[in-house]
């Protein structure tokens, strides 16, 4: 055995081929894996300002990051983010949606675009929580 810190794609790779390789027999064909998108903000020299990066299952997807650059925040820009990655979710087979924040973070926001808490972890970094939001997408 070894440990390393921050493995590289080598490493990483193979093991998750292999966990996404084990699926149920009823898993939609052709989508086997699930699929990762992102959805960016760009100024024209394609610097990112703002996005999301996704990972879609066949029913729940997985909002891994969201950000919105400070200079941006107040405008509608992150609202207009979370509507598109919900579409673009739903597009691609989704029922629904999670993501995970601090509170911290933006726990409000969520809260206000629908999205219920489904858990809290006391002290996950110590002194704040770590929060599990999900939201059904409208058929």
């Known amino acids: 055995m070894i440990v390393l810190d921050n493995p590289d794609k080598s490493f990483c790779d193979p093991l998750r081929e292999a966990v996404l390789s084990v699926r149920p027999a009823d898993w939609p064909a052709g989508d086997r894996s699930g699929r990762t998108f992102g959805i960016f903000v760009c100024t024209a ?3 990112v300002k703002a996005g999301s990066l996704v990972y879609a299952h066949p029913g729940w997807a997985y909002i891994e990051l969201l950000w919105v650059s400070e200079k941006m925040r107040g405008q509608g820009f992150g609202r207009l983010l979370m ?9 691609k ?5 999670y993501l995970w924040t601090q509170d911290f973070e933006a726990p409000g926001f969520f809260e206000k675009l629908g999205y219920q808490k489904f858990v809290t972890f006391e002290n996950f970094i110590p002194g704040h929580q770590r929060i ?3 939201k059904r997408l409208a058929a």
């Open 132 to 134: 599990g939001f999900m």
């Open 83 to 91: 509507k598109q990655t919900e579409i673009e979710a739903r597009n």
């Open 45 to 47: 020299d394609q610097v």
């Open 93 to 97: 087979g989704s029922h629904s949606v």
